[in-house]
């Protein structure tokens, strides 16, 4: 009877969680780089959202922004970066290595 | 794959077509191209055999010291090999090229141990950047302390050799969100000045990662301001433009200026638009040295086109 009763519990916890998750924008999103291209290239997310990004190519790439103000070093396959974006605004960011790789953040 | 413009000939795309074509197939064939049109000089020996009054060099590409993914475990075997067959060639080359990404991730063993695997080929070696080159926290002082010091700016410079003037361009620096390989302002004013020492009858060799022209820039495979060296370099009756990046052989002729792309002695990457990206391309193992390669040129005097012979390393 425990063990049923604790199910269900488990059940209704993960409920309100995807309830809210599906109403918010996700708390830690992931950016992957994949095929030398970043997915999603656009993100929108509320101020103080972390965003990680992931490479999933055998190659390095990296993430800089096209303002300066942040760079990661080189992420080499299955490595990560995170950055916390606090001000209302659009960040447009590309890969140090391939240029022509380019993403956006929208902070709003 | 076909990125050719059409050059003066009225039959260009059949001789451009066959070349290309033999290019692809062949290794060990020496092509001379007098006056546009190929002609093949028969095997490596031969090379060796022909005018002694010119000189040859050599060019490696890539070697990516420190990949170890599964498009090749082992790069540092393969430059290895790569090095063996440059000692094995007959006759001794002038110099060695080496057009970028010599490491992978820029770090010091990696260019400590590339540095000393090219040593062995006891040349002297004149290298460019490319852009996993320049990746260090310094953003190219590992490489510019090494390589750079008798380089301008972020690492470009010139040499005379027995009458051709060799220029080594940075294309990896500087380059911008959307775009491709750039030279930058600083660069090209130099370049301007320094190639007008220059008679229009000058040999020029031009030496840089990213391929100068839009080769396919879907994939990011050219040089932004590249238009802007190529009309400084309009005026000379010989030009020669090698350079690495892609991975593989590629070849234009425009008017005077003849393209030629490197092989890399690490892994081989897809043909333009063949894959989903430019990524690191698996091949069966017992395929990947026939994708992998050296390049020797052989320069003859009073004729423009330069003889470039590619080798692979099958069976080394």
Redesign the interface.
Known sequence: MIGRRSLIATALVLAIAGSALAEDAPLAPTVKIE???FSPAELTIKPGTTVTWENA????H?V?D?GTKFKS??L??GDKFSMTFTEPGEV???C???????GKIIVK | MSHHDDDQGGNGLTRRHALECMIWAGTGVLWTLAGGVPVSRGFLGSAQAAEASGFSFLQISDSHIGFN???NPHADDTLKAAIGKVKAMPGKPAFMLHTGDIT???KPEQFDTATQMIGEAGLDVHYVPG??DL?DEGSGKAYLDRYGKNAKGAGWYSFDQAGVHFVGLVNVVG??????GSLGAEQLAWLADDLKAQADSTPIVVFAHIPLYALY????WGTDDGDQALTLLKRFGSVTVLNGHIHQLMQKVEGNVSFYTARSTAFPQPAPGTA?????MVVPSEKLRGLLGVRNVLFTPGKALLAVTDSSLEGV
């Open positions: 095929n030398f291209t190519d055998d190659i390095p990296s800089v096209k070093k080189p080499d396959t447009t960011y590309f140090g290595f391939h240029p022509h790789m380019v | 993914k599964p498009a992978h991730l820029s852009e996993h990746v380059m911008k969100p959307g775009g491709m820039p879907e994939w990011g989903p990206s430019p990524g690191p």
